[in-house]
């Protein structure tokens, strides 16, 4: 799986992730609905597989994007000069 530009606007990225998701979700869907012969279940396992790697894929890449978003959005205010000297008394 290839990465998105770290310069796509957060929201267009999440769009993205989002559809993809529900893409990857639908096709889950569609392989149990799926009438198989024996022959065909091997391959079918196959790409059950696949799907549901992409799928943890996908959420390890929404989770990384919003713990990474936490941490660059703490407060950094609070180092500022005047916060600075009001807690070490200078």
Sequence with gaps: MCSV?????????????????DALD???????ELDLDEDS?????????????????????MLSRSIARSKETGPDWTNLLPWR??????
């Design 41 to 61: 279940v091997p391959c079918a396992r196959d790409l059950h597989v696949r799907v549901e790697a992409a799928r943890l894929q996908v959420q390890m890449l």
């Design 5 to 21: 530009p770290t310069k796509v606007p957060a929201a267009d990225r999440a769009r993205w992730l989002s559809e993809l998701a």
């Design 26 to 32: 639908q096709a889950h869907r569609v392989l149990f």
């Design 85 to 90: 000297a009001k807690r070490t008394g200078s």
